[in-house]
Every structure is written in C-alpha cells, then in structure tokens.
C-alpha cells in the first residue's frame, strides 16, 4: 500500500507560479513512476506529467510542457510539480499517482495509487 498526500495548492492570480508536493512516506518510494492529473467537475481526470524513478523519462501534457516542471526527490519520498505562468483554465484539482508502469501513469486508466487532491483556483 502506498499512501499519498498532497499539498501547495491554493488561490493565485493569473500569470503566478505554485509547487505542489506529493510526499509517499515509506521505503518504496524510488520504486514508483510518479505523476500528476487533474479533474474540472464533470470531466475526466487528465494526465498533465510523469516521471520515471530514476528522473530519467518524464512526459508532459502538451498544453502545459512549456510552464510546468515535475521532479522528483527520493531522499525525500517527495515528487513535485512545479507550475509557472498560471491561467484561470489550470483551475482544477490536482492529483498525484504512483505505478510501477510509466505507460500506466500516462494512461492514466488503471493506476494503483492516488492522493486525495489538492485544488488550484487561478483567478483571472
């Protein structure tokens, strides 16, 4: 079982940078390919990024590759998305995921771990 929390979501302006943290305590960490979606109400959940255990491979959501960064820190068991230049359409809730498979974080359909969500309101 892996838990998942994320955090560092909130209320900004358009055009302001946030990072959020997904920290996966336990000693399986570097295990995981890890990711982050997020949901509007009343649509799917999308993939926005993934990256491999290693950092070596990672993969974005063409609408947000040239303002978000997805890291990741195994001492700390942490993964993190950086975003920059926010925009009212990135209000959403946030999720982070954790796979064995970097296809199945990018798929999306049948990961084995999510967190609870972290909202991000951008206002215009």
């Known amino acids: 079982q892996v838990q998942l929390v994320e955090s560092g979501g909130g209320l900004v302006q358009a055009g302001d940078s946030l990072r959020l943290s997904c920290v996966a305590p336990g000693r399986t960490f570097r295990d995981y390919v890890m990711g982050w979606f997020r949901q509007v109400p009343g649509k799917e959940r999308e993939f926005v990024a993934v990256?491999?255990?290693?950092?070596?491979?990672?993969n974005y959501a063409d609408s947000v590759k040239d303002r978000f960064t997805i890291s990741r820190d195994n001492a700390k068991n942490t993964v993190y998305l950086r975003m920059n230049n926010l925009k009212p359409e990135n209000t959403a809730v946030y999720y982070c995921?954790?796979?064995?498979?970097?296809?199945?974080?990018?798929?999306?359909?049948?990961?084995?771990?999510w967190g609870q969500g972290t909202q991000v309101t951008v206002s215009s």
């Open positions: 990256i491999s255990w290693n950092g070596l491979s990672i």
């Open positions: 995921a954790a796979d064995r498979s970097l296809s199945t974080v990018v798929a999306g359909t049948s990961v084995n771990y």
